[in-house]
């Protein structure tokens, strides 16, 4: 069965610090991995999509990272600020013929504290 | 650019009324997408179109559940009748085909519904 599994489910951190948040997935056929940033009240934001060829990628403060060998993402984000309050959500697309198949992931909850 | 529309932000309404949410994607995008949010389950895909056409719906709960697209600037998604389980965040979503299988899905802001 394919399915995403995220970890922590929610995380405290004071600003300026660094946290990494954990992506696990059982997804087969694997084509891309997203992590989305979702704001209280709002639609989800992309922040990164990753495909198998690629380890790591950043988007500002945020560097994901995939491991296809272990089926395993993270998500660091560097210098945390109070804006970066929000759920991040680990998202894996399944290569089929209508290449429009996700799995969604519970989504951890993140909170900077001043 | 706009971004996807959604509207109405907030619906409140009892239950076995009629609700119908309405989305305009951003313009060009040709896929276009209605999920729902909930604590419970998290986000969950209901159906998407390509071009204006349902391609897969097997995320809708049941046939209280439809969703069309006349063109390719407007799609609603209507439950009839509504339940107080039906009570969650609806997003829609668009996307471009022309960046293949990394294709950016952009989120609308979502209507809030809930069924007393």
């Known amino acids: 069965k394919n399915q995403v599994e995220q970890s922590p489910q929610s995380l405290i951190i004071l600003e300026g610090k660094n946290c990494t948040l954990q992506?696990?997935?059982?997804?087969?056929?694997?084509?891309?991995l997203r992590w989305y940033k979702q704001d209280t009240g709002r639609g989800p934001v992309s922040l990164t999509i990753m495909t198998f060829s690629e380890n790591t990628k950043s988007n500002g403060r945020y560097t994901a990272t995939l491991d296809a060998d272990t089926k395993q993402s993270s998500l660091h984000i560097t210098a945390s600020q109070l804006s970066d309050s929000a759920s991040y959500i680990c998202?894996?697309?399944?290569?089929?013929?209508?290449?429009?198949?996700?799995?969604f992931g519970p989504g951890t909850r993140l909170s900077v504290l001043p | 650019d706009a971004g996807v529309i959604q509207s109405p932000r907030h619906e409140v309404t009892e239950m076995g009324q009629e609700v119908t949410l309405r989305c305009k994607p951003i313009?060009?995008?040709?896929?276009l997408f209605w999920y729902r949010q909930t604590m419970m389950r998290g986000l969950e895909l209901l159906i998407y179109f390509n071009n204006n056409v349902p391609i897969d719906d097997s995320g809708m709960p049941e046939d209280r559940f439809s969703a069309k697209m006349p063109n390719a600037s407007f799609s609603t998604l209507k439950i009839q009748p509504s339940e107080p389980r039906d009570s969650a965040v609806y997003f829609c979503a668009s996307s471009s085909s022309r960046q293949g299988q990394t294709d950016t899905q952009y989120f609308g802001p979502g209507t809030r519904l809930t069924v007393l």
């Open positions: 992506c696990n997935y059982t997804v087969s056929p694997f084509s891309n």
């Open positions: 313009s060009g995008h040709d896929y």
């Open positions: 998202v894996v697309r399944v290569r089929d013929n209508y290449g429009q198949n996700f799995v």
